[in-house]
């Protein structure tokens, strides 16, 4: 690998791993706060994916598509916690992921029924193909755009999350949510906060990924987020921070993979940065920067 | 291997299922037609399916997605050695020859199968099973993407999405109703066994269940290893019902199918894994007859699909919120008899009156089975730094045989944290701790624990669903006689409610489960962490006396921590009075109460209570 396809690689390292970052963040929010993994979560990027679809129909310019599909990946996480996950609130962490396992499923029906279980294709403007040359590099526009709105979330993300008072009671909420309670945090509030916010960073992740495919279909959310699923549980399972350098590890190992493995195992790609994973969790049980200890 | 007390139901509970799946079968092949009797095959071979799956899930508590990973294995493994060589040749040309003359039986066929299985899941089971619960689960996800991806791109062996075609039908009604009694009997014998049990109370209280003697993850391991070796087989007997399959029924639906039977049915009941299994297969089936079109007289519904996977995920939500724990919770069939009929009265009875013979010829430890009179407990200079903060800062503790010691001190004097150091749940800083002559420093809670050490938590820590025998049946050494547990329980007052689960008694009981479960262990040292918390004067007086019978009767030294100063002052040989991490006071309780540096640390000046 030459230097220049190695800058250019690491570009689309950064694009890929800021996507999982985004995604493995929205679930180390919710998982902080409920002790639950969310396992709808890769829905509420569909859920982008075809609201994206529906406003293209409606003739809508791109950017106004993309804000709609945020949103309604925002709306659609506070809706299913309201329905679905407060009536079983203090159930056990079993029952929780069961919950959200059948809600996954629902949503992937509905979708099947009411549109097609066939891909459908959302167009994104075209200079998203183009590539810019930086001397002896070249680096797709894409990539570029995806980089930087991902680092800009992050880091607005940050910043609500260390400077509000409404982070700062989510941050007690994530320590020790009985507690929190006690001191007056309202559990409903933050709770719903949470998946407002996890919710949204689907969205963005969500209408990234989708510009990278181009299509919707009712199954389209699922592997972004099993890699954030992993990618938070490298980064710690509820450690925000590790769940960032989580994303990025492992869009790294991905790009690099596909960019090194010889042809005829391509289609392992995947699966190579998977077994990687669990060699490392092998070695660190907790993930390389530590999960929430219980305490005894 | 299994007390009698719990196989004799057991055997029973197995008895009842398989007699109803085996009059199931009798009716199915008298009066059915084909298609519901290959709607019966298909049921038992859910039941196999369910089952194994349960043996993990319900007796660990841990979610694994993964288990479909071995269904397929096993279904593969099936597939490459029972199809007809030549029909082999054709779909599979670069097969190794091995493979490709093989062609073996029934019975062979699942061996090899349930092997296959065995040995990719103890390569990946080393490193998923040392996880935490929740990663683990997440872990478990992984390897089904693995293997998936395998089974979609190894075509030399699979021929991925296309499939294999054209595997012998042997699964048929008889040979799978007698396959699914079988599998029911092992994973019911398992979760009564030993290892069974000490499984379930890792699910309970992983801490806990390592400081009675438990390795929570080679116990972990060892149901890994079992349940994927069962999928192995199932996988192979569903192989030899379908004929041909491809590596997409390997995924996500059959693994949220089976989730679902385990939901509804209950995960921790065998007998609501049938259950399960019922629910779900006949609801599967009737929907897809739906979904061909029904004509109600003159209206003729229209064809729909996908209407399954809609129907099943209604109905895992419904059941979560309406009964969490699945319809048939953590009942058995023949607790739900037993509760029903004078059956198993008779029969504890009877148990009763075997077991207290059994304990009076126990042997009682002589007062030299301890060999020398050297400490049994030594810790030299023993730290333990949290972050900066300094919670024991060189603390020497000096445990003689038989001897009662006490430990008092202002809260975070770093009492508990002494305790947690010794039995091994915090590794010190700095220091040696040697217990019985042996360096215990490094080792886990439960090879502690395997040295003859036990303890109560200063916030009870029971196996909160396991019945008050199993609890203190979890904690026997594996091997020893299972009469003591009978001694104990009449000891501590327990045994009227031995078959109540332990999240229903009344705390004092609780307390005294508690060390009813370190007792059983008949320990060299036990530590008691604030034993008489919450406690009134005629229930401490009832613990005094209780733990001196300890020190009598099982000749072993014990290490008490409390704030009652009354216990502490009656009770103890000697006291060790400890304020920010260090010893300020150690001897006689007498001298205790007059030396002025515990008065003016702890006390707070000349206290009534200590006179």
Known sequence: MSPSEFVQQLVNALSLGSIYALLALGLSMVYGVLGMLNFAYGELVTITGYSMLAATYAGMPFVVVALIGVLAAGISSVLMELVAFRPIRNASFVSLLFTSFAVAQLVQGAFRQAVSVRARGIPVPEFFDEAIQLGPVRISVLSIITAG??????????????????????????SDFTTARLMGVRANR????????????AGIAGVLWIARTTSVNPTTG?????????????????????????????????????????????PYAQASSLLIVVAILYVRPQGLFGARVETV | MIPRNRLRPALFGCALISLLLFAGMLLVRTYGSTSSSRTYVVFLVNVMLVVSLQTFIGNSGIVSFGHVAFMGI???????????STVKAAQLPDLPSVLGNANLGLVPAIVVSALAALIVAAVFGGAIIRMTESTMAMATLALLVM?????????????????????????TIEAATLAAMLFLLISRLYKESG??????????????????????????????????????????????SVIAFNANQFYFSITFALLAMLVVGGRTSLTGAVAGAAIVTFLTDTLARVEQGVAIGPWELPKITGT???????????????????????????DLVRRLGPLARRARRADLVEAEAVAAAAPVRGPDALGSAASVL?????????????????VDIDVRPGEILGLIGPNGSGKTTLLNVISGVYAPSEGHIVFRDQEIIGKEPHQVAGLGLARTFQSIRLFAQLTVRENVEAALPPGTNAGRVDGVLSWFGLEAAEGEKAVNLPYGMQRRLEIARAVVRRPSLILLDEPAAGMNEAESDELLENIQRIRSSLDCSVVVVDHDLRLIMKLCDRIQVLDQGRTIALGLPREIAEDPAVIAAYLGGPSKKSA
């Open chain 1, 149 to 174: 709105i991902g680092a800009i979330s992050l880091v607005a993300l940050t910043t609500f999350i260390r400077q509000s008072r409404s982070g700062l009671a989510m941050r007690a909420a994530s």
């Open chain 1, 190 to 201: 933050v709770i719903s906060l949470a998946f407002l916010i996890s919710g949204l960073l």
């Open chain 1, 222 to 266: 699922f592997v972004p987020v099993i890699q954030a699923f992993i990618a938070s549980v490298i980064g710690g399972l509820g450690n925000l921070r590790g769940a960032v350098l989580g994303g990025l590890f492992l869009g790294t190992l991905e790009v690099f993979l596909q960019a090194l493995l010889p042809g005829s195992l391509l």
């Open chain 2, 74 to 84: 096993g279904a593969y493994m099936t597939a490459l050695v029972t199809i007809l």
């Open chain 2, 147 to 171: 293997v998936h991806t395998f089974f979609q791109n190894a075509t030399t062996y699979t021929r991925g999405a296309v499939g294999l075609a054209g595997i012998p039908v042997r699964t």
């Open chain 2, 195 to 240: 290892p069974g049990l000490r499984l379930r109370a890792t699910r309970e209280d992983p801490l806990s269940a390592a400081s009675v003697g438990t390795h929570v993850v080679r116990t972990r391991y060892g149901v890994w290893l079992l349940s994927a070796a069962m999928m192995g087989a199932a996988g192979s007997l569903w192989a030899q």
């Open chain 2, 308 to 334: 399954v996977q809609f129907v099943i995920a209604f109905l895992i939500i419904i059941t979560l919120i309406l009964r969490p724990e699945g319809i048939f919770d953590r009942w058995e069939i023949d």
């Open chain 2, 378 to 394: 030594r810790g030299v200079q023993v730290a333990k730094h949290f972050e900066g903060v300094r919670a024991l800062a060189g």
